[in-house]
């Protein structure tokens, strides 16, 4: 089945350790995003990348880096830069618009937990 | 710079009665809309989706939404809740040109009454 894995599911590191969140997906997407969920925030989008070997930042890019090095993987890495890494991390992908199949298809996330 | 607005965070309805989930867009072009529903510490799942073609857009579970262009509007309703609706809703927005950011609203927690 196509689909968005992230793994994995529940990460815990410890404060100013880097840490690395992976996504890969098989749907032949060219674009991918990373979002990150707080609680009453919405999402909120980190980096982006509409093709491979380019990303863009997103609203919220500080502390975070990402690679586009094949189409299929999209990983985000957490530095200790980031000031309160905790929470919600969401992965993407999508086909560009327009057309009657766009839409953003979604991972299961994965929950880190710095302490 | 395109945007979306949800009213209300907390919304409670009881079981067999409407709902009713409020979004307002921003956009300087035409967008294409989404309602995502999301359970607990899962992703986001597509409810349904407005991409220019018919103003009532139906989607799954028996939900559907209305594009208002005079309104800016993108409400998702329900004639009658079922338990097994409680979750958080999200409405988002895309432009069909430029850079293809989607941009969410800070989501709708919908409670469902017994």
């Known amino acids: 089945d196509g689909g968005i894995t992230q793994s994995p599911k529940y990460l815990f590191r410890k404060e100013g350790q880097n840490v690395t969140l992976s996504c890969e997906q098989n749907?032949?997407?060219?674009?991918m995003y990373w979002y990150r969920q707080d609680p009453g925030q919405g999402l909120r989008l980190i980096y982006y990348s509409q093709i491979v070997n380019d990303f863009q930042k997103g609203d919220i890019a500080e502390g975070y880096s990402v690679s586009r090095e094949k189409k299929e993987s999209f990983p985000l890495t957490v530095t200790s830069a980031q000031k309160n890494p905790t929470a919600f991390y969401l992965c993407a992908s999508s086909t560009p618009p327009p057309g009657d199949n766009t839409e953003a298809f979604f991972g299961q996330g994965t929950r880190l937990t710095v302490v | 710079a395109q945007s979306v607005t949800q009213l209300g965070s907390h919304v409670s309805v009881s079981e067999g009665a409407l709902v009713l989930l409020r979004c307002n867009y921003s956009?300087?072009?035409?967008?294409?809309l989404f309602w995502y529903v999301q359970y607990p510490n899962q992703g986001l799942q597509l409810l349904l989706k407005y991409t220019s073609a018919a103003t009532l857009v139906k989607g799954i579970n028996g939900f559907e939404a209305e594009f208002k262009k005079s309104e800016t509007s993108f409400h998702l309703t329900k004639p009658s809740a079922h338990m097994s609706d409680a979750a958080e809703y999200f409405c988002?927005?895309?432009?069909?040109?430029?850079?293809?950011?989607?941009?969410f609203g800070t989501g709708t927690r919908l409670k469902v009454l017994a």
């Open positions: 988002a927005v895309v432009l069909i040109s430029g850079t293809y950011k989607y941009i």
């Open positions: 749907l032949n997407h060219d674009a």
């Open positions: 956009s300087s072009v035409p967008p294409y």
